[in-house]
């Protein structure tokens, strides 16, 4: 890996609280901001990515796809937890066919 210097200039209180959680986290001041720099570039090209994949979205094929998934049940796993607890029992076709369904 090619490693490059620059002199980075802080403000004497962010070099104060960089020094303490790089300190609490058992790495050098040096590591922690590389590790910062790397995850801010990380979270910025994220960001450029689903920007690019929206513009090139067909909102319409997406809806179309959603209508051909019918109206069956998720399978297990699949349920979406509201919280962090157990998913809740899964009702059985029969309760679900006389349930009114909602649209």
């Known amino acids: 890996m090619t490693k490059a ?3 980075l200039r802080l403000q004497a209180s962010l ?5 303490r959680v790089a300190k609490a ?3 050098t001041l040096n590591q922690f901001i590389n590790v910062a720099v790397a995850e801010k570039l990380s979270a910025l090209r994220t960001a450029d990515y689903f920007k690019e994949r929206a513009a090139r979205a067909d909102i319409g094929k ?6 051909r998934a019918g109206d069956e049940p998720p399978r297990e796993g699949d349920e979406i937890v509201s919280d962090l607890r ?4 899964r009702r059985s076709r029969r309760s679900e066919s006389t349930a009114p369904r909602r649209r």
């Open 25 to 27: 986290e058992g790495t």
């Open 5 to 7: 210097n620059y002199a």
């Open 15 to 19: 070099k104060t609280e960089a020094e």
């Open 62 to 67: 997406a809806l179309e796809l959603l209508e």
């Open 86 to 89: 157990e998913p809740k029992p």
